[in-house]
């Protein structure tokens, strides 16, 4: 197995509980991949990576209960803040912002043609897929979104639901990727929605259990660099030497699978010249306690000024501290990204003083840049570019020989969540039972 994130060690935990014998070869020197707990305060944790979920999240929630873990509700009661377009922060009650309902609403509509209209198992046999591939989100907002409003919200929407900047995506990704994670309005809500809950004490508890009750078999700091295949098995080789193997499972996103030395090489690339990394920072304001609750204020805005484009109350159950996330997506993230650590915490610090205007100044700052992460580059997920889908779609969970994939990226339900990881994970111990 290589990569010990949620798709790998879901699969790892499946052939074991088989009677096979599996090692996981993780890079780096923890578990987890994109799931990562971040102890704020002592024994009360937030997630630097992965965090929500919602009730379609089966494969997750068996998941919870198997590992004796539970969820809490996220955190929504109150008014929102909004700052948009120019205009000073505005308080409203509930998430739509203010901004033209009826442009919103109809630029919501065509977002909701596109994605009924997409083949969800198979986004490359979509009616005009080939049309829709061959534009980037960005240029279909230029197309048909016309009224400012629209324009505004549509890259914050798509920032927030994708990590993605419009420019990045083709117009058939962004609307498989909406219809893969339940619709758009699943995706976007809380309640009954895709965040309804958070794993209480962190997400990435899930890959920490899962590892040990794995054991030693999960070997940490052992970035995989070449995967060679003849006739009678593999060898996986590690800085440290290398193992013989009757099969592999590569559970890691497209570009770090490319990364590898494949021998034979695999007839296509997992990641295209279009394959653009995942643009989010996620940042962590710790506060005494959630002082803006106090106000009536729930801690969710949305801001078309940077860096914090949107914050969402994220106070762990245990108490003690109260926790405002700041989300920096699209080419945000990169302008964050590359600022030095004072000056991020000074931008944040100020934004998130101005978004609710009572705050001191923080006890806690955490910034999680997961754009230059060396074993994950970028999240929430890879995005697929112009063509992306129509290359590499029907390929997309092919064997190279003994090589099998998995990662959320080669899920076509849940495609970069959690669930999708988990699903993709079950389904490799699927086709590795069935071949072996
Ligand atoms: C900021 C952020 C917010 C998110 N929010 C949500 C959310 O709210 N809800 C949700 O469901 N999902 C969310 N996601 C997405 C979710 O985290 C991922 O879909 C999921 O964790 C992916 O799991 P994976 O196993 O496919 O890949 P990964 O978690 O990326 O695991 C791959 C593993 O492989 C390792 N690796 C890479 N290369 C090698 C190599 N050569 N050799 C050995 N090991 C290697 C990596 O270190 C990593 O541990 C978010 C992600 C981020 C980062």
């Known amino acids: 197995m290589v990569g010990a994130g949620l798709a790998g060690l879901t699969a790892a935990t499946g052939l074991a509980a088989q009677g096979a014998e599996v090692t996981v070869f993780e890079a780096r020197d923890r578990v987890g991949g994109r799931t990562r707990g971040i102890e704020v305060a002592p024994g009360s944790w937030v997630d630097a990576g992965a965090a929500y979920l919602g009730d379609r999240h089966t494969e997750v929630h068996s998941l919870v209960a198997e590992l004796g873990l539970k969820t809490t509700p996220a955190t929504t009661a109150g008014a929102s803040r909004f700052t948009l377009g120019g205009a000073g922060g505005r308080t409203r009650p509930g998430r739509f912002p203010p901004l033209d309902a009826v442009a919103l609403g109809r630029m919501f509509d065509l977002l909701d043609e596109l994605t009924a209209a997409v083949r969800p198992e198979a986004p490359w046999l979509t009616p005009d897929a080939a049309a829709l591939d061959a534009v980037t989100a960005g240029q279909w907002a230029d197309r048909h979104l016309t009224h400012p409003d629209a324009r505004l919200f ?102 770090l699978a490319d990364a590898v030395d494949h021998r034979p090489s695999p007839s296509h690339r997992r990641a295209g010249e279009r394959t653009a990394r995942g643009c989010a920072v996620k940042v962590h304001l710790v506060y005494p306690a959630p002082l803006w609750r106090a106000e009536g204020l729930s801690g969710w805005s949305v801001n078309s000024e940077g860096p914090l484009l949107s914050t969402v109350d994220d106070s762990p159950d245990a ?67 112009p063509g992306e889908w129509l290359r590499h779609g029907p390929r997309l969970t092919t064997p190279h020989r003994r090589v099998h994939w998995a990662g959320t990226e080669t899920s076509t339900e849940y495609f970069g969540l959690m669930e999708g990881a988990i699903r993709s994970g079950r389904r490799a111990v699927a086709e590795l039972l069935a071949t072996y």
């Open 154 to 255: 549509f890259p914050l929407f798509l920032g927030e639901m994708m990590a993605a900047d419009p420019a990045d995506v083709s117009v058939l990704h962004m609307a498989f990727y909406l219809r893969s994670g339940g619709g758009l309005r699943y995706l976007n809500a809380f309640e009954g929605g895709a965040q309804q809950d958070r794993i209480a004490g962190g997400a990435h508890q899930l890959c920490e259990r899962l590892a040990a009750e794995l054991g030693d078999r999960v070997r940490l700091s052992s970035p995989v660099r070449a995967i060679h295949q003849d006739e009678a098995g593999v060898t996986v080789r590690t800085a440290d030497g290398s193992v013989r193997v009757d099969a592999v499972v590569v559970a890691v996103p497209p570009a």
């Open 319 to 385: 108490g003690g501290v109260g926790v405002l996330t700041g989300f920096v997506t699209g080419g945000e993230a990169h302008r964050f990204a590359a600022r030095p650590a004072a000056e991020q915490r000074a931008l944040a610090v100020a934004q998130a003083g101005r978004l609710f205007p009572h705050l001191p100044e923080p006890i806690g700052f955490h910034v999680t840049d997961w754009v230059n992460e060396e074993y994950s580059k970028g999240c929430y997920a890879a995005l697929l570019g």
